[in-house]
Every structure is written in C-alpha cells, then in structure tokens.
C-alpha cells in the first residue's frame, strides 16, 4: 500500500556564520592554507571547443566546365563568320589566350565540329548535322502542335502522312480516347490503294510513279469495298483532279470512312487526313472542308514542312 499524506514539514537548516579571521599585519607571510575566505578564486577558463562551419552555398557556376564553355563560345564565334576566321580573331572575339584557343580549335575540327581551310575555321559536318537535327525537331514539333489543334477544334482524330522514296510513310497521328485513330491492322505501307491517305498521295505522283508503287505493292482485298484490281485504281486516280479531296468509305477498315486533303511542297507529296465511325458518315464532309479551311489559313505561318 502506497501512503499518499503529505511528509511533516522540516524546519529550515540553520545558517552557519562564517569564522571571523584577522587581516595579517603587513609583512607577515600567509601560508596558502591560511588564505582568507574572502580572496576571489581564479576563474577556470574551459578549453575551447571545435568551431563548426556551416557549408558553403554552392554557386550557381559552381558544376560548370569551363573548358566546354570556351570550347561552345568558339563555336558560336565560328558561325558568326560566314567566310570562315582566323584563330588569332577568335580567340581576340571570345577572349581566351591564343594558346587556349588553338588547343580548342584543334579538337573541334579533330572532331568534326570544325573543319580548317587555308588557315580559316569553319563549321565542321558535326555541327551542321546539329543544326539540321534541332531544325528537324522544330519543325516535327509545329506540325504536332498543329494536328492537335485541328484534332481539338474539328473533333476527329488526324492524320500527317507523305511519299518519300517509293513508300508511304504516316509520320503523325493526333487522336483522343473519345474520337481513336483507325487501327493500323493491315500495313498502311502495303495497303495504300485501301485508304484515303494511300489514294491522295498516289494521286500525287505521275502514271510511272504510280505503277511502280502498285508493282511492289499490288492492290488485294482488305474488305469487302476495296477496290477490285490495279486498273481500277489507276482509273479512279485518272479521274481525279488535282488536288482534290479524297473521300473513302470503309475499304480499309469496316465500320470507318476517312477524308484526305493533298499538300505538296516542292516535289514531295503528302496528306492530312481524318477518320470517322461510318455511322457519323454525314460529318466527313463537312470535317474535311473544315480541316481544309483550317489548313489554308495557317500552312503559310506554321510553314509546316513535308520533309520532317
């Protein structure tokens, strides 16, 4: 059992007073033991401690290479100069000490970046394949950004497609989960006397191009609509004006019917095209007139380009 009362109060502990000792008479030695009470102690001073140091906030130029940032600003310097330059000019234009600049100027034409003719710097094949690749993505991504915009506005899916070295090539599909492009179950390469796409840029090119698509890849049954032989396509495609928009109704896939717009740039044929379940067949034409105002207001300020 736990007692809980409260302890009897104790009395406070009595104060001693301190001994009353004597000053010493002047002169007289005091032994240590015999110092007064109230002489001050020395005071202990502690060691000091280890001094901590915060770390330093990395600068924001703290990870660069200098090297390569000479190495870029010699290059940007390079290009500035059509008729090329000498390294004494670039280095005076970047600021590096010319045996910097040499070191540099050697390993960029070492690795293609630079070439060097007559004692004047060049762009090498390395840059300028740079060059043309961020030129590629640029335009690859204009056209995305287009076909989403046309996708949004008409509200079908669409399709970039072009003719490059005897095949046909889809290089953009742009759809929603609500509006899904048609399903590429027979290949589009093999089947293009089966869609719209196929048909429009066939319809593109002269009699000889066309007959040498339909040897590699002669016309053959997909569905029950598809076009019956190779004649038969080559008659429909001579009537054909050019330029015309091209309708077709469920030869490639049942249950779909697709519209195709040419677009030819220089000697390069290509399409946009977009796709409809059949039974929203009354919209197609009307989706592609749409689409082809579109195309006609914005293809000059996209400068959409067929070869991407």
Same mark, same amino acid.
């Given at each position: ?252 896939? *049942? ?9 030819? &740039? +220089?000697?390069?044929? #290509?399409? /946009? !095209? %977009? $796709? ?7 919209? *197609? ?9 579109? &195309? +006609?207001?914005?293809? #000059?300020? /996209? !400068? %959409? $380009?067929?070869?991407?």
């Amino acid at each position: 059992m736990v007692d809980t009362a409260s302890a009897e109060p104790q009395a406070p502990p009595v104060q001693r007073r301190p001994e009353q000792r004597t000053a010493p008479s002047p002169g007289t030695r005091v032994r240590p033991d015999e110092r007064p009470s109230s002489a001050p102690l020395p005071e202990r001073v502690s060691a000091p401690g280890p001094v901590v140091v915060p770390p330093a906030e990395p600068h924001a130029t703290a990870t660069l290479i200098g090297s390569v940032q000479r190495a870029m600003h010699l290059l940007e310097s390079v290009a500035a100069h059509e008729h090329g330059a000498p390294a004494k000019q670039l280095a005076r234009e970047t600021g590096l000490a010319l045996p910097t600049a040499y070191h540099l100027l050697r390993t960029l034409v070492f690795e293609g970046y630079l070439r060097r003719e007559k004692g004047l710097f060049f762009l090498g094949e390395a840059a300028e394949r740079l060059g043309s690749s961020g030129a590629r993505q640029k335009r690859r991504s204009t056209v995305v950004d287009a076909l989403a915009h046309w996708r949004d506005v008409i509200g079908v899916p669409v399709y970039y497609a072009v003719y490059r070295e005897g095949e046909i090539e889809v290089m953009c599909v742009s759809d929603t989960p609500d509006n899904p492009a048609v399903e590429e179950w027979a290949a589009f390469r093999e089947t293009g006397h089966a869609h719209a796409v196929g048909q429009c840029l066939l319809s593109q090119l002269d009699e000889q191009g066309r007959r040498d698509h339909l040897d590699r890849h002669p016309v053959q049954a997909v569905t029950p609509y598809t076009v019956r032989d190779d004649h038969a396509l080559l008659r429909r495609l001579d009537r054909m004006r050019r330029m015309e928009l091209v309708v077709e109704r469920q030869e490639y896939a *049942l249950g779909t019917v697709c519209a195709a717009i040419p677009i030819t &740039v +220089g000697s390069t044929a #290509g399409t /946009l !095209a %977009i $796709s409809l379940p059949s039974h929203q067949a009354d919209r *197609l034409l009307r989706a592609a007139q749409q689409l082809q105002a579109e &195309v +006609g207001r914005l293809l #000059g300020s /996209l !400068a %959409i $380009s067929i070869s991407i």
